[in-house]
């Protein structure tokens, strides 16, 4: 077992590195309370899913429906979909995490967001996967602490500041998903997602239910996963 010099170090090296990550995720989940409550949500409830889903996406998505009065199966249906990207990110770092305990990749696998994805690989590919754990679980914590502190000052807002939700702040969400994808676009699997994602997305543009999005989501997973399938076979 380490000695715990090098376990807290690796958990501050994880959480410092996540810091531009968490400004850009801050507005996201000021929106996020705002729109919730905007929905119709209970505080509480509003509060339990940043708590219980910490999927920022797949909640943006949950609260539109909410407010379009969808049904339970189609919500259901629709994050599940949004949230299949996470079988790609799970896919790239089984190699460095698959002799992990159980202990740790469980708890580890419901902190994966796309903003400790993006750390957490980048670390991995440069070769740094001494105490990987700690460095996920330190970028982990500092993600869900931010998602939960600015989740409940949205909810706060979106009680006492009337039409918050309309200020375009959710601009910040499209610039952290750019900053997260663009690094990644240098592999062949993530640039046909991106690319097929995008395609489908403009294609079935406007359908309701936001089915656009489970398509894009679709297709995007399934290209990516193809793409890297061909690609490991064609290698000698």
Do not use: C
């Amino acid at each position: 077992m380490p000695h715990p010099a090098p376990r807290r170090r690796w958990l501050l090296d994880g959480a410092r590195d996540t810091i531009p990550m968490m400004v850009g995720a801050a507005p996201f989940g000021v929106i996020f309370g705002t729109l919730a409550v905007a929905a119709g949500l209970p505080p509480a409830a509003a509060a339990a899913m940043s708590l219980l889903v910490f999927a920022g996406s797949s909640q943006f998505i949950a609260v539109s429906l909410v407010s379009a009065g969808a049904a339970l199966p189609v919500i259901w249906l629709t994050t599940f979909v949004v949230n299949l990207r996470h079988a790609l990110y799970s896919a790239t770092l089984l190699p460095y995490a698959r002799s992990w305990p159980a202990a740790w990749r469980w708890p580890l696998s419901f902190w994966l967001t796309d903003e400790t994805f993006a750390v957490v690989e980048h670390r991995f590919r440069q070769g740094e996967a001494a105490g990987g754990q700690w460095y996920w679980l330190g970028s982990s914590v500092a993600m869900y602490g931010n998602w939960q502190l600015w989740t409940l000052v949205g909810i706060g807002l979106g009680r006492s500041v009337p039409g918050l939700a309309r200020l375009g702040l959710d601009f910040a969400m499209v610039a952290t998903f750019a900053a997260i994808v663009a690094p990644q676009l240098k592999k062949r699997p993530t640039l046909a997602a991106a690319a097929t994602a995008g395609a489908v997305a403009l294609a079935a543009r406007g359908l309701p239910y936001k089915l656009d999005l489970m398509l894009a989501a679709l297709a995007g997973v399934a290209a990516g996963m193809l793409t890297e399938t061909m690609q490991k076979r064609s290698q000698p």
